[in-house]
């Protein structure tokens, strides 16, 4: 920057009006732009020169090639510019403001307008995008001897005083969602009504970037969980699932099984989990997926090379893919518009040995019962989760059902294998 930014800080404060509703304005702003600079200082600039550049210095010399940079900084360079940009300009509006220099520039609104709207929401938004991933990708990286010398010489630097990369990493997201309070501080301080206003409605548009945001990981993070999910359920062929189906070897090349791939992309899972399912006279341990449309019961099988280390009622869904288990579907997916639950009272399930269990019946189009599933949920609260999940999902596809009727030959068809 062309000027002593450390001179211009001193001398701040001298320079305030002695107004005391100009005066809360100029606060306000200056809150924005001093706390900007920590930003772009204290941490873009650590992430970028400390952490960035050292790694790439390091490549150039083949040391740690095979890192990913995007996966794990993503687009901190592009912050790097946009919040330089913003504190450059919002630095000669302050200067105009307090007459230091000569005004001709933008207005405080027309700059913050064109900031938020052109640069700083969709920097950020890419940004926050790839931060769970990065997150993961940092914590896979840090069992290398290798990395962890980087990590730990980049982290001894006085410039990060004594935060690590994850503590860093964060602080981007922390800016988008306080960005909002600074504005709205703005605008309540401003004495015009249509500078007011105009503050309210950039303080909206972060509102809404963050709010966009927000539907995009949660997006974001479901198609990246169908996409693994989609890799471990196993689909049992007909001859399998049905002992009295006869298919001969030299025939089952002409029954092709149902693809995971045709029925789950796309789809939005709404609640996934582990129930014990009553299987004759066992008790196996099943996994439920209930998608948008359909109901996925499954067995688990865990991978014996990589067996479960936690063995409790409510693995994650992550944990098990993590240790290499699969997922055989049972029977078929059980459309929601074809699906209907049984509670079992408190009396029945002391009577049965079945305590905070439920039934689920698979009903054809004919209404004949087709199949029932008896499930066991680890406690009385996570059984009645599992009803209101299901019972939501239901009735919210039979509305869209009755708004807009599904046909046969669309892709979102799904029909019952036995009419």
């Known amino acids: 920057m062309d000027f002593s930014l450390a001179q211009f800080l001193q ?20 809150e924005l732009f001093t706390s900007e600079c920590v930003y772009f200082l204290d941490q873009l600039m650590v992430l970028n020169e400390v952490f960035l550049v050292t790694l790439s210095n390091l490549q150039l010399r083949n040391c740690l090639t095979d890192v990913n940079v995007w996966s794990l900084f993503a687009n901190v360079n592009e912050l790097c510019l946009v919040s330089s940009s913003f504190l450059r300009n919002l630095l000669n509006v302050i200067k105009d403001t307090l007459e230091i220099t000569e005004s001709g520039g933008p207005t405080l609104l027309e700059l913050l307008s064109k900031a938020f709207k052109e ?6 938004q890419k940004y926050c995008l790839n931060y769970s991933s990065a997150l993961l990708y940092l914590d896979s990286l840090k069992l290398r001897e290798d990395f ?61 970037s963050i709010c966009d ?78 998608f948008d449309e359909f109901l996925l019961i499954t067995k688990i099988k865990k991978n014996k090379k990589n067996p479960l280390r936690v063995q409790q009622q409510n693995l994650e869904l ?46 054809n189009r004919y209404q004949q019962c087709i199949g029932a599933f008896i499930l066991q949920a680890a406690s009385e609260s996570a059984k009645r989760e599992w009803i209101s999940k299901i019972e939501g999902a239901v009735t919210e596809q039979l ?11 669309s892709s979102s068809w799904l029909e019952s294998s036995q009419i």
């Not at 100009?22 to 606060?27: P, S």
């Not at 640069?119 to 950020?124: A, D, E, F, K, P």
């Not at 509305?399 to 030959?409: A, G, T």
Request: with cysteine; charged share 30%; proline share 3%.
């Open 11 to 30: 001398d701040q404060s001298s320079q305030m009006s002695p107004d005391s509703h100009v005066r809360k304005r100029q606060e306000a702003i200056w």
């Open 119 to 124: 640069s700083i929401c969709n920097s950020l």
């Open 213 to 290: 945001l927000e539907g995009k990981v949660k997006w974001l993070h479901n198609f990246q969980k169908v996409k693994l999910l989609r890799d471990a359920l196993v689909w049992t062929p007909v001859w399998e699932r049905d002992k009295r189906a006869f298919i001969p070897e030299t025939l089952k090349h002409l029954l092709k099984t149902v693809t995971a791939d045709n029925l789950i992309s796309h789809r939005s899972l709404l609640h996934e989990g582990k129930l014990v399912l009553t299987e004759n006279t066992k008790l196996i341990d099943a996994y439920l997926f209930l």
């Open 318 to 363: 992550d944990q098990l893919l993590k240790e290499g288990s699969t997922f055989t579907v049972l029977d078929q997916p059980i459309s929601l518009d074809r699906l209907q639950l049984k509670n079992i009272d408190q009396l029945n399930a002391s009577t049965s040995g079945l305590p905070h269990s439920f039934i689920i019946m698979h009903h």
């Open 148 to 208: 962890g010398s980087y990590l730990k010489w980049c982290e001894r630097k006085e410039q990060c005083r004594r935060l690590q990369l994850r503590d860093l990493l964060v602080a981007p997201l922390q800016r988008l969602t306080r960005y909002s309070l600074l504005l709205r501080n703005v605008a309540k301080r401003c004495q015009e009504e249509e500078e007011r206003r105009g503050m309210q409605v950039i303080a909206e548009q972060v509102d809404t």
């Open 399 to 409: 509305k869209l059902d009755s708004e807009h009727p599904r046909v046969q030959s």
